[in-house]
């Protein structure tokens, strides 16, 4: 992930600096700090107990083409059940409504740095399900069929969720 040349403040050039016990890029002249923070997602873990889990084929990189559970970033004007509640129904087509926090998992993205993932269950409340947004497929998985994810963070929190409802 590049760093900043210049503070987007005051547009003065940033320096290293050892600043709250780190190096961090410091402005001099008006006295931002470029602070990395991990960026905050959601993950929606929705079941049918018929069907499995419900899993969507990325349409975008990372992981393009690869099977993961639905979710994206937080918006600044969302809370995380509302931003969780978007994704879903933008990439499944599928209504739902959060239930239970089912775990917090940071993991490293080479597109993006680091990302704080919040998993939530959601309960389906409306909706057809269809492909959409940065989806390429939609699609139950049968609990002892689930594929691969591509990232650490999806994988614990689907053997979290499986654990709680099995």
């Known amino acids: 992930?590049?760093?900043?040349?210049y503070?987007?403040?005051?547009?003065?050039?940033?320096?290293?600096?050892?600043?709250?016990?780190?190096?961090?890029?410091f402005c001099a002249g008006c006295g931002w700090i470029n602070?990395?923070?991990?960026?905050?997602?959601?993950?929606?873990?929705?079941?049918?107990?018929?069907?499995?889990?419900?899993?969507?084929?990325?349409?975008?990189?990372?992981?393009?083409?690869?099977w993961a559970l639905p979710g994206g970033f937080i918006e600044i004007d969302e809370n995380l059940q509302e931003s969780g509640a978007r994704e879903l129904e933008e990439e499944t087509g599928l209504q739902g409504e959060a239930g239970d926090l089912i775990g917090i998992y940071q993991h490293e993205s080479p597109m993006y740095g680091a990302i704080l993932m919040?998993?939530?269950?959601?309960?389906?409340?409306?909706?057809?399900?269809?492909?959409?947004?940065?989806?390429?497929?939609?699609?139950?998985?049968?609990?002892?069929?689930?594929?691969?994810m591509p990232f650490l963070s999806h994988k614990k929190l689907i053997q979290e969720y499986l654990t709680k409802i099995q």
Not at 1 to 5: C, L, P, S
Not at 128 to 143: I, M, N, S, T, V
Request: hydrophobic residues 35%.
């Open 1 to 5: 992930m590049e760093h900043f040349k």
């Open 7 to 25: 503070c987007p403040m005051c547009r003065r050039e940033l320096v290293w600096s050892f600043v709250e016990g780190r190096d961090r890029l």
């Open 35 to 66: 602070f990395k923070n991990p960026l905050p997602t959601v993950a929606c873990l929705v079941s049918d107990h018929e069907k499995g889990l419900l899993l969507i084929k990325r349409g975008v990189e990372p992981a393009k083409g690869e």
């Open 118 to 148: 919040v998993g939530f269950e959601y309960h389906r409340t409306g909706g057809e399900l269809k492909c959409g947004d940065d989806a390429d497929d939609a699609q139950y998985f049968p609990f002892d069929q689930v594929p691969e």
